[in-house]
């Protein structure tokens, strides 16, 4: 099955400067990727996500890129702030609607 | 806006004790996924449906986990007998093609 490690598992950056998560999966037919931000007590919020088809997807400060060869995908975030400090999952499936299969996550704490 | 829902939201069980947990899915959504999330071993997937048939129930003990989807507006999740490390917070998700939505979350502490 999949295997998704992720890195690092706590981060803490000043407010304004750029955050990189960085995940890899094992499993060569998965096809979809997407990041989630969990608050405490609250579910996985889908926050950007990305198709085996394409390398890098942004949408305004966070952005993802996919390297297929090297399996690995990673999370930016730019200009962070204060209400962006959360947990950050990323996961990974190998096509259709199938289960995901999640990182361990990390812990993302902004500076101010 | 759309939402899924699940109750109860924190549940307190003595062990052996029977446990139910309800999800409402986003209307629309053909797919449904129980998760577990624990400190120890991250967000795990437990089971799911597809047009309400069960597709992948791998990730649960059978012995005493069962998942039913009894009409499209509602899944359950049900542990009989529960153990001490079923503690834990479960998720249900709902989604269309890939995407997956996360409801808030049932806390289930068994004592």
């Known amino acids: 099955g999949e295997n998704v490690e992720q890195h690092p598992s706590t981060l803490s950056v000043q407010e304004g400067d750029s955050a990189v998560i960085k995940c890899t999966y094992s499993?060569?037919?998965?096809?979809?990727f997407p990041w989630y931000k969990q608050e405490l007590g609250k579910g996985p919020q889908l926050i950007i996500d990305?198709?085996?088809?394409?390398g890098e997807k942004k949408d305004q400060r966070i952005a993802v890129t996919l390297n297929k060869t090297a399996k690995h995908f990673s999370l930016h975030i730019t200009e962070t702030q204060p209400e962006d400090s959360a947990v950050y999952f990323c996961?990974?499936?190998?096509?259709?609607?199938?289960?995901?299969?999640f990182g361990k996550g990390t812990h993302l704490i902004i500076q101010p | 806006d759309a939402r899924v829902t699940q109750t109860p939201r924190d549940k307190v069980t003595e062990m052996g004790q029977e446990v139910t947990m309800r999800c409402q899915p986003i209307?629309?959504?053909?797919?449904v996924f129980w998760y577990r999330q624990t400190m120890m071993q991250g967000l795990e997937l437990l089971a799911y449906?597809?047009?309400?048939?069960?597709?992948?129930d791998s990730g649960m003990p059978k012995d005493r986990f069962s998942a039913e989807m009894p009409d499209a507006t509602l899944a359950t999740l049900k542990i009989q007998p529960s153990e001490p490390r079923d503690s834990a917070v479960y998720f249900c998700?709902?989604?269309?093609?890939?995407?997956?939505?996360f409801g808030p979350g049932t806390r289930l502490t068994v004592l």
């Open positions: 998700a709902s989604g269309f093609h890939n995407e997956q939505f």
């Open positions: 499993d060569s037919a998965s096809n979809y």
């Open positions: 990305i198709r085996s088809n394409v």
């Open positions: 996961a990974a499936t190998s096509g259709g609607a199938d289960g995901l299969t």
């Open positions: 209307l629309g959504h053909n797919t």
């Open positions: 449906f597809r047009n309400r048939a069960p597709l992948d």
